[in-house]
């Protein structure tokens, strides 16, 4: 038997060793548990911080890191088995469309509470759809032309208009609008009003 089989089968050689790095497995694995039970919040502490939404009368002034804690609670909820009914995501979306933080409102605009909100015949989500698009005719802002992009992009799908991917045009409106650059109006209309006349017509395109 040579060196190399004497340390694979000797008592206290290479299969003792082996098991440290299972050891040091287990003990990491032990400490990612422990680390998330100790940050894990129950679905009764989300609400109750969430209370000044789900109870708008009660609201108090929050500051910006309270409106980043927020939209953490909210997306933690939305996102478990039993997080909200479709009424409270309907009063959610109203709520925080209502908000004079844009961190809120473009939360609102997202999949998690655009799935929850009143829904169409045609499976458009009838709040944010309002909000964005409801407005005659609609302010084509900075500030509207990122919401509409966000609702556009982030719902996504056929029903809201977001077949296609942004072309370099509207994305160089968009990186301008981060700088609070407003789009040109009239270039602007006229692609939203094509961009209307192709949404709900033929497939989705490959890749989209």
């Known amino acids: 038997m040579g060196p190399a089989q004497s340390r694979l089968q000797g008592p206290g050689?290479?299969?003792?060793?082996?098991?440290?790095?299972?050891l040091v497995l287990l003990l990491l694995m032990a400490g990612l548990l422990a680390l998330h039970l100790a940050g894990h919040r129950s679905d009764t502490q989300l609400r109750a911080e969430l209370a000044h939404l789900l109870?708008?009368?009660?609201?108090?002034?929050?500051g910006p890191k309270a409106s980043r804690d927020t939209l953490e609670a909210l997306?933690?909820?939305?996102?478990?088995?039993?997080?909200?009914?479709?009424?409270?995501?309907?009063?959610?979306s109203a709520t925080l469309l209502a908000e004079d933080d844009p961190l809120l409102r473009e939360f609102a605009l997202s999949i998690d509470l655009c799935r929850l909100s009143r829904h169409t015949a045609l499976n458009v989500?009838?709040?944010?759809e309002q909000h964005v698009l409801g407005r005659t005719p609609?302010?084509?802002?900075?500030?509207?032309?990122?919401?509409?992009?966000?609702?556009?992009?982030?719902?996504?799908?056929?029903?809201?208009?977001g077949r296609r991917r942004l072309d370099n045009l509207e994305l160089l409106w968009y990186r301008r609008a981060l700088r609070g650059e407003?789009?040109?109006p009239e270039e602007l209309s006229?692609?939203?009003?094509?961009?209307?006349?192709?949404?709900?017509?033929?497939?989705?395109?490959r890749g989209q």
């Open 13 to 22: 050689g290479y299969r003792v060793r082996a098991w440290r790095g299972h």
């Open 138 to 161: 609609p302010p084509m802002d900075a500030p509207w032309w990122l919401e509409y992009v966000t609702y556009r992009r982030k719902v996504g799908g056929k029903q809201v208009g």
């Open 125 to 128: 989500p009838d709040t944010q």
């Open 182 to 184: 407003s789009p040109p």
């Open 190 to 205: 006229k692609r939203l009003l094509r961009a209307a006349r192709e949404a709900r017509v033929g497939p989705i395109p």
């Open 55 to 62: 109870h708008p009368a009660e609201q108090s002034s929050r």
């Open 75 to 92: 997306h933690i909820l939305l996102n478990r088995p039993l997080g909200f009914s479709r009424a409270e995501g309907q009063q959610l």
